[in-house]
């Protein structure tokens, strides 16, 4: 699923009959964008933890250096250390895949 498809779905999926005014796509869209700025930032600072309720927990963890190799021609490569993102899945999720 891409950008585009997951605001349709939001769109479809918070639009339904109801008393309630209708969200636009657009506003759908800057939610994600805003969503997705918050996330970077956040993530950014050194030990941070975002968790999304029914999602997941995206962080930032560190990496020490190591030595890799090149895959053409096998000649060792130093890595240096660095910060990654990592995602752990909530049990909703997990149990929701594997339903599936």
Same mark, same amino acid.
């Given at each position: 699923?891409?950008?585009?498809?997951?605001?349709?779905?939001?769109?479809?999926?918070?639009?339904?009959?109801?008393?309630?005014?209708?969200?636009?796509?657009?506003?759908?869209?800057?939610?994600?964008? +805003?969503?997705? #700025?918050?996330?970077?930032?956040?993530?950014?600072?050194?030990? /941070?933890?975002?968790? =999304?309720?029914?999602?997941?927990?995206?962080?930032?963890?560190?990496?020490?250096?190591?030595?890799?190799?090149?895959?053409?021609?096998? +000649?060792?490569? #130093?890595?240096?250390?660095?910060?990654?993102?990592?995602?752990? /899945?909530?049990?909703? =999720?997990?149990?929701?895949?594997?339903?599936?």
């Amino acid at each position: 699923m891409n950008k585009k498809e997951l605001i349709d779905e939001l769109h479809m999926r918070i639009n339904r009959p109801s008393d309630q005014p209708a969200v636009t796509k657009s506003a759908i869209e800057r939610v994600l964008d +805003a969503q997705a #700025e918050v996330m970077h930032s956040h993530l950014s600072a050194r030990g /941070a933890e975002m968790a =999304l309720p029914g999602i997941g927990k995206f962080a930032a963890k560190h990496r020490d250096p190591r030595t890799g190799r090149n895959p053409q021609t096998g +000649a060792p490569v #130093e890595i240096p250390a660095r910060r990654v993102p990592t995602f752990s /899945a909530s049990k909703m =999720l997990k149990d929701a895949v594997a339903g599936a």
